[in-house]
Structures are given as structure tokens and as C-alpha cells.
């Protein structure tokens, strides 16, 4: 059963992880990935240490923006949705994302980020 956490209490893999991303210090942030994670962005799907480090190097880096941390929720011990608030000049200029979390061994084995 899925419940509204604190933000505070999203497991530190994810609070590591989204500090890392939010940095866009890649070689940190790719630490919390399983070898063989899935990550799906924009309708795109990234296989891999290899394919995510590119989407983690380009993602975002062509608009300037302020990224914050909303709202959570623990769907189950694995699973965790993570919602971020975005305002920027990118189209539309606003966005609420969604990060939906798969753990695995305390890493990331799978993240889909959507609207």
C-alpha cells in the first residue's frame, strides 16, 4: 500500500542520488546505479552505466532552472516516487516531475522521470 512520506524519509540512496543529479556531478550520481539500470527520460530509454552517464551529461543542459523537492511517496520497500517542482525557461516554464524509484541492493535499478 502506498503512503505520503516527509521527504526527509526517502531512503538515502535516493536523497544521495537526487543531490548528485541536481549537482550534475555525474560520477557520484552514477555510483547509485545498478550495472545494468534502466533509466527513462523524455520517452527515451538509457540501458546501462554507459548510456545514462551520456543522458546524465546532456539532460537539461540547455535550459537554466530551480528544481525542489515537493512531495514523496513510499509505494513499497523498493519502490518510491519522488516529486519535483521545476520553473525555468525551458517550454512551458513550469513542470512538476515525478522520479519513480525501482531500489535494488541499495542502488537505482530503474528511475522513470514524467510529468
Same mark, same amino acid.
Given at each position: 500500500m502506498s503512503e505520503a512520506i516527509d521527504t526527509r524519509r526517502l531512503p538515502e540512496v535516493i536523497t544521495d542520488y537526487l543531490a548528485a543529479h541536481q549537482a550534475r556531478d555525474l560520477? !557520484?550520481?552514477l555510483a547509485y546505479y545498478t550495472e545494468d539500470a534502466i533509466?527513462?527520460?523524455e520517452g527515451h530509454t538509457y540501458r546501462g552505466r554507459r548510456e545514462i552517464r551520456d543522458w546524465l551529461a546532456r539532460a537539461g543542459g540547455e535550459y537554466t532552472y530551480t528544481m525542489k523537492l515537493v512531495a514523496a511517496q513510499r509505494i513499497d520497500d523498493d519502490h518510491y516516487?519522488?516529486?519535483?517542482?521545476?520553473?525555468?525557461?525551458? !517550454?512551458?516554464?513550469v513542470v512538476d516531475l515525478r522520479f519513480r524509484f525501482t531500489l535494488r541492493d541499495g542502488h537505482v535499478a530503474q528511475l522513470?522521470?514524467?510529468p
Open positions: 560520477d !557520484p550520481a533509466a527513462v527520460d516516487v519522488a516529486v519535483h517542482h521545476l520553473e525555468g525557461d525551458f !517550454p512551458g516554464g522513470v522521470i514524467e
